[in-house]
């Protein structure tokens, strides 16, 4: 039997970090699925277009082919032949993200990759807008949330390891402003799934969030 778990929340939550470990855990296939939304806005960014513009943005997908690699449970996404790595991992990559995913023509041409891995392997996917419209049966459904300050410090921690230079009032502000704009967004808003778990993991330690996202888990797919 093949299992669907979907883990939404906010930017800076620790979606992915929480789902590769998890992924790793169970053996499941991890899919980041923000990764390919950031992969669209730099591609359309990089090549001139305003993000904000639905009609800019969507005449660049005919020249947008995208697959993901795996290596040790990690997503990899693979821009017309060539990694992305962390060149979509910014702030500005982050806005870009949040601008083209209110775009119809960009969640139309995501969803079916999606949908596909999912249908094909057990999985772990995380977003925004996972439990609510990407896998809408997923056998578990978890909301991760934290406090802003929180999210923007871990962030901030995780783009200087990376070697990219960021202050906490930038990476807050940025941070606020999109999660407005995923929230009030009209085409799948980033909102709880009604039969989601919300986990709070302002104050838990990464190690403690692991925990208690298999406590969620484990029952619901008959591991106890």
Known sequence: MMYQIAIDGPSGAGKSSLAK??????????????????TIGYYAASHGANTQNADEVTALLGEI????????GTQTVILNGESVGDKIRTPEASMHASNVSKIPAVRTFLLDTQRNIAEKNSVI???????TVILPKAQVKIFLVSSFETRAMRRVKELKEKGIEASYEDVLADMIARDRQDATREIAPAVPAEDAVHLDNSLLTFDETVEAAMAIIAPRIGLV
Request: charge should be negative.
């Open 65 to 72: 082919t995208l697959s993901l690699a795996y290596e040790d």
């Open 21 to 38: 470990a998890l992924a790793k855990r169970l053996g499941f296939i991890y899919v980041d699925t923000g990764a390919l939304y950031r």
């Open 125 to 131: 996917m995380d977003g925004r807008d996972i439990g």
